[in-house]
């Protein structure tokens, strides 16, 4: 088993879709949690950041992290063509950049 | 201004040819680090460098050096390439303690033929 797993997708919605992206992994040492954007041809941009479990908003985005189910999610309300991207998860069991683990993304299309 | 910055964006060079990818961070971290993208989107450290210490993933060929002249430039020299080394390399940094999130450069693609 990898240590995160993702669903590459590709996931094609329409606009103004909620999407839900997800991860799950496997070291239950991991609390940061982190979510990137990826655009065709760019380098990864961080969109949001947790640590340990719970909720977290910022704008159209919801990130939730569930431990006890080793399961993260990143949700995007109403959802643009603007946010057609690859979005990867990462995560840690410590707060040394060298030890973060990705994921390997899931490609999202918000078809117009 | 742009945080993380990389050249060149795009390199095709032969097998067998030594190449180098720089580096440069203007965002004052103090950890620079080199990771490859290879064609299945899967991001993979090399290399991470924090105050003059150097951690290397274990996977990574010894072909493959970085060298940091300064806390803001990381580079990394590749020799006697390979077709295996075709793949996106991305730049990066962060800083300890502030959450430690990274941020990634434009990436340099880079194609052995």
């Known amino acids: 088993q990898k240590e995160v797993e993702q669903d590459p997708g590709p996931l094609s919605v329409p606009e103004g879709a909620i999407v839900s992206l997800n991860c799950t992994y496997s070291?239950?040492?991991?609390?940061?949690f982190m979510w990137y954007r990826q655009y065709s041809r760019k380098g990864p941009e961080l969109l949001m950041y947790?640590?340990?479990?719970g909720n977290k908003e910022d704008g159209r985005f919801t990130a939730q992290v569930d431990k006890s189910s080793k399961y993260i999610s990143l949700f995007i309300r109403d959802s643009q063509p603007s946010d057609s991207a690859t979005y990867l998860c990462?995560?840690?069991?410590?707060?040394?950049?060298?030890?973060?683990?990705f994921g390997p993304g899931t490609r999202l299309s918000v078809l117009p | 201004d742009t945080a993380v910055s990389q050249t060149p964006k795009y390199l095709v060079t032969q097998m067998g040819n030594d190449k180098s990818i720089k580096c440069e961070q203007n965002?004052?971290?103090?950890?620079m680090y080199w990771y490859k993208q290879d064609s299945k989107k899967f991001l993979k450290i090399m290399f991470s460098?924090?105050?003059?210490?150097?951690?290397i993933n274990e996977t990574v060929p010894n072909r493959f050096s970085p060298k940091s002249p300064d806390k803001a430039h990381l580079n990394l020299h590749i020799n006697s390439l390979e077709l295996g080394d075709s793949a996106v390399y991305f730049c990066a940094s962060s800083q300890v303690n502030s959450g430690n999130t990274i941020y990634f450069g434009e990436g340099s693609w880079l194609t052995v033929v």
């Open positions: 947790t640590y340990s479990s």
């Open positions: 460098y924090n105050n003059k210490e150097l951690i």
């Open positions: 965002l004052g971290h103090d950890t």
């Open positions: 070291n239950s040492a991991f609390q940061y």
């Open positions: 990462a995560m840690s069991a410590d707060n040394y950049g060298q030890n973060f683990v």
